[in-house]
């Protein structure tokens, strides 16, 4: 796979091949297609379709795919969640996206990517994805590890035409983590705004800490909702400001509490744990009923594992991070 960052510094001008975008992280997402639409010197006419939604029918894009007419705009034809489609209708896909389709097509699984040790490389775990991969431009769009975002940003002044320094990087990265939305979100309105380096810092400090704040209060409301993309990218953002052990010991603090408040039928009781507070507190009964004792139980021993790793291990942070979502929240 080639890396997300690799692919938007190198890509030549024309971006008209076919691609697999495979990850987690959305902004990636709409970044590249801006990209290749801002590319194209041709007016587009765009298509989407998501397997996601039970209701889409591959039937609908077999016949985009399959119309060709001289007289119409040109067609990008984006397909979401392919990982989501039947063997069958993988196959029937592959064929007519192989069978000299004539239109650009973008392809995506947002699935959360494994990591392989050995390779030291993200890796695709769905079956039906690695069939899309040997036809298609593979172009991993996980969320960066703490070492490529230095690069990133460096990429982003380029293209905002900023003039910024390794101290503005280094200061971005505090109080944003890897979430690149909102660190291109800030760069964009800086861009707008500061002449200089020190306008740019001084606009950070003032949005800063009240960012930190609010992606922690984030991070509990997603654990209470059990929205795992968003539990992994507050979640690992929070840990390049204040290590993993914090970011760990937070989540274990909000599981312990559904857990316990599980275990008494759905009743809170305060003293359940002294570190939940502010309004996750009304979403913890509610947060109840999106887990089952099982799936409490097996977080709790995971987190008692990682505990112990963490005390008598080298561990690499970001891949850790990323090892624990999974098995605390996907069970694997």
């Not at 996601?52 to 990008?76: H, P, R, W, Y």
Request: with cysteine; proline share 1%.
């Amino acid at each position: 796979m080639i890396k997300a960052l690799t692919f938007i510094s190198k890509e030549k001008k024309t971006l008209n091949d076919d691609y697999l975008l495979v990850g987690d992280n959305d902004f990636l997402y709409l970044f590249i297609k801006k990209q290749i639409l801002d590319n194209s010197q041709d007016e587009r006419e765009i298509f989407t379709f998501d397997f996601a939604n039970k209701s889409e029918k591959l039937d609908k894009l077999i016949n985009v795919l399959g119309t060709q007419d001289l007289f119409t705009k040109q067609k990008f034809i984006i397909i979401k969640n392919i990982n989501k489609l039947s063997k069958k209708n993988s196959e029937i896909l592959i064929f007519h996206i192989k069978s000299n389709n004539p239109h650009q097509i973008l392809c995506i699984d947002s699935s959360f990517l494994s990591f392989n040790y050995q390779k030291k490389t993200n890796i695709i775990k769905n079956s039906s994805t690695k069939e899309f991969s040997k036809i298609l431009n593979v172009i991993d769009i996980s969320t960066p590890f703490e070492s490529e975002m230095g690069q990133w940003i460096k990429l982003f002044a380029q293209k905002l035409d900023l003039k910024i320094s390794n101290n503005y990087s280094k200061k971005i990265i505090e109080f944003f983590g890897n979430n690149l939305s909102e660190i291109f979100n800030e760069m964009s309105k800086s861009s707008l705004v500061c002449d200089n380096e020190n306008e740019l810092i001084d606009s950070l400090e003032k949005v800063g800490f009240l960012h930190k704040d609010k992606q922690l209060w984030e991070l509990n409301y997603a654990i209470c909702d059990k929205r795992i993309d968003k539990i992994f990218e507050n979640g690992l953002s929070i840990m390049k400001q204040y290590g993993l052990s914090y970011v760990i010991n937070s989540i274990f603090n909000i599981i312990e509490a559904i857990f316990l408040t599980k275990k008494n039928n759905g009743t809170f009781l305060e003293s359940f744990s002294r570190n939940i507070r502010g309004n996750v507190i009304k979403r913890i009964s509610s947060a109840s009923n999106n887990y089952t004792l099982e799936e409490l139980e097996h977080a709790i021993n995971a987190f008692s594992k990682i505990d112990i790793k963490l005390k008598t291990q080298r561990i690499i942070d970001e891949a850790e991070f990323a090892n624990i979502i999974n098995g605390v929240f996907k069970g694997e």
